[in-house]
């Protein structure tokens, strides 16, 4: 059985840090190409970060500020977000692409005063 899931959301004020874990289980953690989403309410879905062969990329309006990480043997990618802004608040979902796609639930991330 398939399983992704993120943690580590929460509410953090402006200038604040918050590192997000997605944890997967159930396919070939290794050959997927994982990556971080985040989708405000009325808005798409937006790409924020892509890790694929040892090499990761990111959108520019993150770029500088979050950092994404990878752990095969644990199966696990992270999100590691600095000077978070309150235009960063959102839903952030982890997504894993190889043969199949897999979506987490997401994590809610509030950047508030």
């Known amino acids: 059985q398939v399983q992704v899931v993120e943690s580590g959301g929460g509410l953090v004020q402006p200038g604040g840090s918050l590192r997000l874990s997605c944890v997967t289980s159930?396919?070939?953690?290794?050959?997927?190409?994982m990556s971080w989403y985040r989708q405000i309410p009325g808005k798409e879905r937006e790409l924020l970060a892509v890790?694929?062969?040892?090499?990761?990329s990111y959108v520019d309006s993150v770029k500088g500020r979050f950092t994404m990480s990878r752990d095969n043997a644990k199966r696990t990618v992270y999100l590691q977000m600095n000077s978070l802004k309150p235009e960063d608040t959102a839903v952030y979902y982890c997504n894993a692409g190889f043969t199949q796609e897999y979506w987490g639930q997401g994590t809610q991330v509030t950047v508030s005063s």
């Open positions: 159930g396919f070939t953690f290794s050959k997927y190409v």
């Open positions: 890790n694929s062969g040892g090499q990761t």
